[in-house]
């Protein structure tokens, strides 16, 4: 089996006097890596609908890191809620070099309980709250030549039942990133995506993780919140200063497991799930 990505790779002070802004914060994946860039010496500012999930989060990487991480309600299906964000992230922070677009949503439902409002939600948070957060960040990341990051998904890559709203939201996100890194390239910004696999204790693995099998995955194990860290941590370095427009796997493997076969109990007897998972 392969090891956890360890968190001693880059050096700590990598980030130091840069500001990162991410949608997503307060839990789960996301909230990992802004607690990751922070103790690489970066400032964070958290997004999301729940103040009080992310004043306790923000609360709690303070208290682990010794950094600065300030909590911001907004839904980034609302244009102006961005807008405010990146207002107090700059009012507060003096600058803002990284965005990292983490917010989504996400259920399993086959088609013919996908109602019309249910895919345009999912649409409406992943696709155009990506765009939202970046329509109002980007200046700023341009006058600082910083980095956007897109958190994207396989599910798409091998079409994926049940997850036609997200995959669709992710496809279209991997575009952006790949429009992006063309057109602020020249602005001395890089755009890239990190296309994570199962990870371990996460709200989308709860959701969508019915029947995950660790035989699936080629090394042998599911991801840990720490492998995607390594990859955020690396992708927004300057390490990585050439790399731009790129969507990085990181799933040991499993997409293109050719036996993996996601939900293989529900594929011939779909069942409506909402309010099950
Ligand atoms: N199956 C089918 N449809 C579902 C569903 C499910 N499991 N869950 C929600 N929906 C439908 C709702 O019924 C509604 O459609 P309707 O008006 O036709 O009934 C539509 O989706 C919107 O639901 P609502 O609860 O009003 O949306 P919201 O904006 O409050 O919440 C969600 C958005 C549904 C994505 C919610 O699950 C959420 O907030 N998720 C965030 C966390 C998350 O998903 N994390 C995993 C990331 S991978
Ligand atoms: P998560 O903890 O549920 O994170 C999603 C976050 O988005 C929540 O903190 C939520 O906070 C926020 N959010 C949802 N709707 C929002 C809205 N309208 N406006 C602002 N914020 C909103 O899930 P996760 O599993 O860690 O997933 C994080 C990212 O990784 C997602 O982009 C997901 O697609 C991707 N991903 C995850 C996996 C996995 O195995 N978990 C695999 C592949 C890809 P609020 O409720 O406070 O708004």
Redesign the pocket.
Known sequence: MAAVATNQIFKNDIFNGKVLMCTGGGSGICRALTEAFVRHGGKAVIVSRTLSKLEKAAEEMRTATGGEVVAVAGDVRKPEDMENAVKATVEKFGALNYLINGA??????PFQ??????FR??IE?DLLGTFNATKAAVEHIKASKGAILNISATLYYTGTPYQQH?GSAKAAIDALTKHWAVELGPHGVRVNGIAPGPIAGT??MS??GVGFETESVPVGRMGDVKDIEQATLFLLSDGASYINGVTLVVDGGQWMNPNYVAYPDMVLTPVD???K?
Request: proline share 0%.
């Open positions: 989504a949503g996400n259920f399993l439902a309980f996908m109602s019309y409002n249910a939600t999912v948070i997200a709200e989308g959701r969508l799930l909402k309010g998972l």
